[in-house]
Nanobody
Framework: VQLQASGGGLAQAGGSLRLSCATSGRTFSSYNMGWFRQAPGKEREFVAG????????YYADSAKGRFTISRDNAVNTVYLQMNSLKPEDTAVYYCAADGGTSYSNYYFNAARYDAWGQGTLVTVSS
């Protein structure tokens, strides 16, 4: 599976952005999907994840209540709606695909994902 992230840009604190991750391949609906981010000088960290069916979502504490992950299997795309943005949300955001089972056990672990998009930069000004 190939992934293409888009939707990043500049936002003011308190604003919103919606990231999209379009995928190629006919098996998108079988992949669990995640969003990660990496700020300058920091390690890549988990933001949000969604099971292949869309029936279960997972969030980092920093994202709970502000971000929403969703997917549309009909158009092979996963989204990250980001509201109430903060300057500390500034990072390159990556989408990733996982084809494994027991996703609930490792959704936060970047090493378990099979494929990654190229990243999209989100900058939040204060």
């Amino acid at each position: 599976v190939q992934l293409q992230a888009s939707g990043g840009g500049l936002a003011q604190a308190g604003g919103s952005l919606r990231l999209s991750c379009a995928t190629s391949g006919r098996t998108f609906s079988s992949y669990n999907m995640g969003w990660f981010r990496q700020a300058p000088g920091k390690e890549r960290e988990f933001v949000a994840g969604i099971r292949w069916s869309g029936g279960r979502t997972y969030y980092a504490d920093s994202a709970k209540g502000r971000f929403t992950i969703s997917r549309d299997n009909a158009v092979n795309t996963v989204y990250l709606q980001m509201n109430s943005l903060k300057p500390e949300d500034t990072a390159v955001y990556y989408c990733a695909a996982d084809g494994g089972t027991s996703y609930s056990n490792y959704y936060f672990n970047a090493a378990r994902y099979d494929a990654w998009g190229q990243g999209t930069l989100v900058t939040v000004s204060s």
